[in-house]
T-cell receptor, first 114, second 110 residues
Framework: KAGVTQTPRYLIKTRGQQVTLSCSPI?????VSWYQQTPGQGLQFLFE???????NKGNFPGRFSGRQFSNSRSEMNVSTLELGDSALYLC?????????????FGNGTRLTVT | DQQVKQNSPSLSVQEGRISILNCDYT??????FLWYKKYPAEGPTFLIS?????DKNEDGRFTVFLNKSAKHLSLHIVPSQPGDSAVYFC?????????FGQGTELSVKP
């Protein structure tokens, strides 16, 4: 069974631009969550989608948005990029959602904002 | 406000000895706790979990202990192996959200 796939692996953008990251979950998984990892901050929860609906949201500004498609694939968008958005963005999928089943993470997209 | 804290950013242990990774939390409403392991350039992988109604869960070399009165969680690895060298994250579940600690980098020396 293929794992969680995130594209692209690396991305370099400049301040003010926008970026879209993609995530393909494990086949059969309907929940997709997004996390931001920065040094010293651990993994910060961005949002979770389940059956195309946002089910949970973390404490990030509205510049961070996401969506989920009918095939469970998900995209995350960051608009008006700031230097502090440089981070590893991780996507995770699970069968039923975070509480009932462990998350399976992709290898992440490393975003650098210059 | 960091609800899940791993106060040790790093830990170094000799191969064959016990590794103990610690995690503290502030919210007594957390109902599920998990540990993940992360190697460089890879996403975290699930290691072991424990429900808040239990105080211990064991899986091979890995044991998780939960002390609810102290709001403290620990992961014991016995015996430690060089391949265990990685960053370990504890996480707590609240209303469907997983809240992670900052991570502890474990180094197991041969």
């Amino acid at each position: 069974k293929a794992g969680v796939t995130q594209t692209p692996r690396y991305l370099i953008k400049t301040r003010g631009q926008q970026v879209t990251l993609s995530c393909s979950p494990i086949s059969g998984h309907r929940s997709v969550s997004w996390y931001q990892q920065t040094p010293g901050q651990g993994l910060q929860f961005l949002f979770e989608y389940f059956s195309e609906t946002q089910r949970n949201k973390g404490n990030f500004p509205g510049r961070f948005s996401g969506r989920q498609f009918s095939n469970s694939r998900s995209e995350m968008n960051v608009s008006t990029l700031e230097l502090g958005d440089s981070a590893l963005y991780l996507c995770a999928s699970s069968v039923a959602g975070q509480q009932n089943s462990p998350l399976h993470f992709g290898n992440g997209t490393r975003l650098t904002v210059t | 406000d960091q609800q899940v804290k791993q106060n040790s950013p790093s830990l170094s242990v000799q191969e064959g000895r016990i590794s103990i990774l610690n995690c503290d939390y502030t919210n007594s409403m957390f109902d599920y706790f998990l540990w993940y392991k992360k190697y460089p350039a890879e996403g975290p992988t699930f290691l072991i979990s424990i429900s808040s109604i239990k105080d211990k869960n064991e899986d091979g070399r890995f044991t998780v202990f939960l002390n609810k009165s102290a709001k403290h969680l620990s992961l014991h690895i016995v015996p430690s192996q060089p391949g265990d060298s990685a960053v370990y994250f504890c996480a707590a579940s609240l209303q469907g959200k997983l809240i992670f600690g900052q991570g502890t980098e474990l180094s197991v020396k041969p």
